[in-house]
C-alpha cells in the first residue's frame, strides 16, 4: 500500500524518540511526498530548528531518493480548491490532500488534519476515497 506523507509527520524523522521510529517506518515502505512537502521540511529545519542548508540538502536529497515526489500542477490547485469548498481545509492542507488524492495512494499520514476523515476525491472518475490517519495514534 502506498502511503502520503504530510510534512507535520516527517518533520519528526530528524528527532529522536518514538516518533521518529515511527517515521522510519513509513519510509520504509513505499511513501509518496510532494514538492510542497519538500519545501516545507527545508522550510521548518531551517527556519524553527535552525539546521545547516547543507545538512537540509542532504536530508532532502534522501526523501528524493526513497520516496515517490509528485509535482504540484493546476490540476492539483483546482482539486484543492474543490476540496476546500467540500472540507473547510486550509489552502496548504487542501494541496496536501489533493496531491496524495491526485497519486495512487489511498492513505495520507498527517498528525494536524482529522484522524479517520475519509475525503471523497472531486473530478475522480473512479470515486476515489482517500482515508487520513494519524499514524501516531495508539488505537
Not at 16 to 45: T, W
Not at 80 to 97: F, G, P, R, T
Request: charged residues 20%; glycine residues 2%; aromatic residues 6%.
Amino acid at each position: 500500500m502506498k502511503a502520503f506523507i504530510d510534512t507535520n509527520v516527517l518533520i519528526y524523522w530528524v528527532d529522536a524518540g518514538p516518533r521518529a521510529d515511527v517515521v522510519e517506518q513509513l519510509l520504509a515502505n513505499y511513501c509518496v511526498i510532494s514538492v510542497q512537502v519538500l519545501n516545507e521540511f527545508a522550510n521548518v529545519l531551517g527556519k524553527k530548528r535552525a539546521m545547516a542548508l547543507a545538512d537540509i540538502q542532504e536530508l532532502s536529497n534522501t526523501l528524493i531518493d526513497i520516496c515517490e515526489v509528485v509535482d504540484l500542477s493546476v490540476h492539483t490547485h483546482q482539486t484543492a480548491l474543490a476540496l476546500m469548498a467540500n472540507y473547510k481545509l486550509s489552502l496548504y492542507d487542501a494541496n496536501i490532500v489533493a496531491a496524495a488524492g491526485l497519486s495512487t495512494c489511498t492513505v495520507l499520514y498527517s498528525e494536524d488534519m482529522q484522524d479517520g476523515l475519509n475525503i471523497k476525491m472531486p473530478m475522480s472518475k473512479n470515486k476515489k476515497v482517500l482515508s487520513i490517519r494519524n499514524p501516531f495514534r495508539v488505537a
